[in-house]
């Protein structure tokens, strides 16, 4: 049976054992860095740190609200 290269998405609600993520085939790991004009995930920047020593690739993505868009794009690209 061959694995196929997989992607999870995760956020900071999330529980997460990455030794058991790598060993089950994951490759890739997507984590919301961000929501709205305000909101920071708290566990973004340690997993990413985490993840990448762990040689996965990583992504981050944006929740986006009805507010300012550039007050959400400014809050991302500091984040993230």
Do not use: C, P
């Not at 929501?35 to 993505?61: P, V």
């Amino acid at each position: 049976m061959a694995l196929i290269n997989a992607v999870i998405d995760i956020y900071h609600k999330t529980t997460i054992d990455f030794e058991k993520v790598k060993n089950a085939g994951i490759v890739a790991i997507i984590h919301k860095a961000t929501e709205a004009a305000t909101f920071k995930d708290s566990e973004y920047s340690e997993r990413k740190r985490i993840a990448k020593n762990m040689g996965f690739l990583w992504g981050a993505y944006h929740f986006s609200s009805g507010g300012s868009v550039t007050d959400q794009v400014d809050n991302f690209l500091v984040h993230a």
